[in-house]
């Protein structure tokens, strides 16, 4: 099958996802493309980060673990959780 010009053949992308869960809830997806990771929200209350791109996957976790501060007041322990999992 021959592509168009300018469309990537989806076979020769090669991606990884992760489920990104706080507090034991699943707020989105990183995906995993040209060296960095984009956060997208599966969660209503996660959508301001949904796009956004991070470095690495402990910079995701971080950005989620404050917004869900935000959301869930000070008594919110996000390191009692595993934020980012393998999926």
Same mark, same amino acid.
């Given at each position: ?22 507090? =034991? ?33 402990? =910079?995701?976790? =971080? ?25």
């Amino acid at each position: 099958m021959t592509v168009p010009a300018g469309i990537m053949d989806m076979h020769s992308v090669s991606t990884s996802a992760y489920v990104v869960a706080v507090d =034991q809830r699943r707020v989105g997806v990183a995906v995993a493309a040209g060296g960095r990771f984009r956060f997208i929200a599966a969660d209503p209350d996660f959508s301001t980060l949904d796009g956004s791109s991070f470095h690495h996957l402990a =910079q995701l976790e =971080q950005a989620a673990a404050r917004l869900a501060r935000t959301l869930n007041g000070p008594r919110f322990r996000p390191e009692a959780y595993p934020a980012v999992c393998a999926h």
